[in-house]
């Protein structure tokens, strides 16, 4: 362990012992987020390539599939992530101003918002698991569709034929597996994606542990920023992926 | 009296003998504690990887198959791949080196940290579990490169643990990389700017921007890998629509500038002892400074050269050739200035710089060799044989293993405060030197004659070569092994030095005690001057004694 040897009396407890002020050790820990928020884009971005090559190899397939998701449920989700965007705003302003309550307030907020997202993303998968549209084994979109026009998609028609041996009689498969990467990429997507909330969310509760414990203050409060900065990147990550998977080729039909 | 009480102060004070518990080791926040965790686990993984390495050498002392089946001769060069680039080569000279020194030279007290420091550790040890655990299970035969379909179809070994373990891996190496690139941007002491670093920070910080720009991408394309074996995504496997190629532009946009990731800070070794043992400043260092940029930027834009017959336009092979061509430019800078900072140096033959020798000259064969194979032609005449096995083998193990034994025998002495058997230790590296080559050059011609690589059986007219190529690997691993031991003899039996036995420069050199105490300086250090002032130093008679002196009358 480190020996605390020349620490003068008086330092801010919240100083670790390696740096020399509070200002160096916040220039520090925000330029490790924006680096590691870079990384993030990196980790992001392999799924957003494969992404592209494939809507662009397949934009058919891409368009009947992403006509299956739930715009409604998607759009409500993106207005609730903005307005905890906005929420975590305000905890981080109410932190630099140094009012507590508010801070508190706010961050509860931020917690609740992004629960009804998490909470929306429950009932949007458990839909698409009912429906046989996750890609494996027991993948069936063709009771959801007509092969021929790849238009009329009704939830919930519960077709006595599975969705394989209706295709290969129709001689259809092809568009049927491209269909399965577009879902392939919905749930590796939205699921990292909603990892990356669940995330935030437990970053959320030890911040509101910590505001309690009347850790920060005007002088000190770089925790809430830097949560603040992480919590805006996950936003805008869904700011993507809701139009790309979402919107994108529904005019098609 | 007086005399006896220093060396007691210095003794109660070195990060060394500041615990002796397990807990203050494994829960250390001390970046040179998690330097010696590193160095423990590393030289394990590289015992585990050569004796995959010594196993697949004896399979091909005979033509046939006869000492395992050929699927398990795929499980052994996969796992000889895996451990050695994951486990052993990239956190070699950053994880170990990297960590003990960086603070060192930057003036600092800790890395910026120090709690992700530890993590990043366990990280590490939590994928080289599932590694290991892959091992005993029964291996993987996918090759290290985990190509699809191959790997999320066809193979019936265990990929998804291992595929998972190099995930978990990967985020080791990306923190690590972030905590280092965070520290050498906020935690420089007064007046070191950016050209008075030594350039072996250089080298970290380049290290560095590539760890965290590749690294999550091949964190994201195995975790897609893994999804598809599981699951049958369909997102790799052509049966399902999906596309193969796409699994190795994404698969070799990391691991091409993982071999930078490798070599770069090897040089930074490489810069810090040619100086030493030249008694010279470096040659050129702001074009070494920048050369690290450029193999940066050219290291991302490269990785199609190793997919040239893999199904990529010819226009695509032609235009990855023409830049892998550039790559050469910076090597070339950098070993040019090397020869240059030797030339009228005042040059002393201890191991480290026989070390350096030896990487010069190995580092050229595979440095001049890569040119070869950036040409389209050529490259499709050796693709795939034993020809790039030995330009790959030249380049990582003769270019990185030899800095990095030149790097732990140079700083040795700062990490131990004891100095290593000299002369056994000059004998080992020439078992290294010798073993090396004559495992290697082998294989150069092997390849040309046109002997494909994986596979454990071969025509009868390659045997000659192969019996040489094993011979040699036998003295390599004699070499290696000897090293190890009088190392471990030397914490023990190790003559004691003094904080400065190299008359180096550098902050380590200069104002850390040997070992360092645990906040690394008595007092925050102010730089003055450029690194490597080798000229001014020898205006001070007795240098070292002088400084050892000083050093313990601030204790």
Known sequence: MPVHSDHAAGHHPALAHHFQDLDQQKDTTWLAMWVFLATEIMFFGGLFLAYVIYRSTYPDAFAIASNALDVKMGLGNTFVLIISSFTMAMSVYSAQVGKKTNLIAFLILTLILGGTFLGVKYFEYKDKFEHGLVPGRHFDFASHHDPKTGAAIEHGASSSSHGESSHSETGDKKPLREIQIFFSLYFAMTGLHAFHMIIGAGLLIWLIGLSAKNTFSKEYNSPVELVGLYWHFVDIVWIFLFPLLYLIGRHHH | ?555
Request: net charge neutral.
């Open chain 2, 1 to 555: 009296m007086s005399v006896t009480t220093v060396p007691q102060q210095q003794e109660q004070e070195n990060y060394l003998t500041a615990g002796y518990s397990l807990q203050s080791w494994f829960l250390t926040y001390d970046h040179k504690r998690i330097a010696w965790l590193y160095l423990a686990s590393i030289t394990a993984m590289f015992f585990i990887g050569g004796i995959f390495a010594a196993l697949m050498r004896l399979e091909l002392m005979t033509p046939a198959s006869d000492l395992f089946e050929p699927d398990n001769y795929n499980k052994l060069f996969t796992m000889h791949g895996i451990v050695m680039v994951f486990f052993f080569i990239i956190p070699a000279v950053p994880a170990v080196l990297g960590n003990f020194l960086l603070p060192l030279m930057l003036g600092a007290k800790d890395v910026a940290f120090p709690k992700l420091n530890l993590l990043s550790w366990y990280v590490y040890i939590a994928g080289a579990t599932f590694t290991i655990y892959t091992i005993v299970a029964g291996g993987v035969d996918t090759g290290w490169t985990f190509y699809t379909p191959y790997s999320t179809s066809s193979s019936q070994t265990h990929v998804v643990p291992v595929v998972l373990g190099l995930f978990i891996t990967g985020f080791s190496s990306i923190l690590t990389g972030l905590n280092f690139m965070v520290t050498i941007h906020r935690m420089r002491a007064p007046g070191l700017t950016w050209f008075r670093l030594p350039l072996m920070v250089w080298s970290l910080y380049a290290t560095s921007i590539i760890q965290i720009l590749g690294t999550p991408v091949i964190a994201v394309t195995l975790m897609m890998a893994g999804l598809e074996k599981i699951f049958k995504l369909g997102i790799f496997d052509p049966a399902l629509g999906g596309d193969p190629v796409l699994f190795q532009h994404l698969f070799w946009f990391y691991s091409h500038p993982a071999v930078y990731i490798m070599i770069v800070p090897g040089m930074g070794v490489i810069n810090e002892v040619v100086t030493c043992f030249s008694r010279r400043s470096i040659f050129g260092y702001r074009a070494i400074a920048f050369a690290n940029v450029g193999f940066v930027i050219f290291s991302f834009v490269v990785w199609g050269h190793h997919m040239i017959v893999a199904g990529q336009s010819v226009y695509s092979a032609l235009i990855f050739s023409i830049l892998s061509y550039l790559v050469g430019i910076f090597s070339a800078i950098k070993v040019f200035n090397w020869t240059a900072t030797m030339y009228k140096g005042s040059i002393s033959y201890d191991t480290p710089m026989l070390y350096v020798f030896g990487f010069q000259g190995l580092f050229l064969i595979g440095g001049l060799t890569g040119l070869f194979l950036s040409a389209l032609g050529f490259d499709v005449h050796v693709h795939d044989t034993y020809f790039v096995v030995a330009h790959f083998h030249y380049v990582m193990v003769g270019g990185l293993v030899m800095a990095f034994m030149a790097g732990i025998h140079f700083w040795w002495p700062k990490m131990t405060g004891k100095m290593y058997p000299e002369s056994i230790a000059k004998f080992a590296m020439i078992l290294v030197f010798s073993g090396f080559n004559l495992t290697f050059f082998p294989q150069f011609v092997l390849g040309y004659l046109g002997m494909p690589r994986r596979y454990a059986s071969y025509t009868d007219e390659f045997q000659l070569l192969n019996i040489m190529s094993t011979a040699g690997g036998s003295v390599l691993g004699l070499g290696f092994t000897l090293g190890v031991v009088y190392m471990v003899w030397s914490l023990f039996y190790g003559k004691a030095v003094n904080s400065n036995p190299w008359k180096a420069t550098g902050l380590e050199w200069e104002k850390a005690s040997s070992p360092p105490i645990v906040e690394n300086f008595h007092e925050t250090p102010i730089v003055t001057e450029d690194p490597y002032n080798y000229a001014n130093r020898d205006f001070i008679k007795d240098f070292p004694q002088e400084l050892s002196k000083e050093v313990n009358a601030r204790a």
